[in-house]
């Protein structure tokens, strides 16, 4: 693997776990696609960096379950201001 890669997923994961942030926050943070975040730290990182990538797992798997409800919160702040 190149190296500008592995640097990359390391900062990557690394982000992530600091901030607690998103697929979505990140791709857009390091501008690239959230298929290539999901990539780096799922897969990539996983060959050379093992800790790091379960521990960025662990967030990303936190905010998979917490989707849901960003979404309802989401729409709800929409239309609180539409009807204003």
Do not use: W
Not at 18 to 46: P, Y
Not at 54 to 83: F, P
């Amino acid at each position: 693997m190149k190296e500008y890669i592995e640097e990359r997923a390391v900062e990557i994961a690394s982000y992530i776990i600091e901030t607690k942030a998103t697929v979505r926050q990140t791709a857009k943070k390091f501008g690239i696609s959230k298929s290539t975040v999901h990539k780096d730290v799922t897969e990539r990182l996983m060959q050379f960096n093992p800790a790091l990538a379960s521990q960025a797992r662990v967030v990303l798997d936190v905010n998979k379950q917490e989707r849901h409800i960003r979404g309802g919160m989401a729409t709800r702040e929409k239309y609180l201001h539409q009807h204003r």
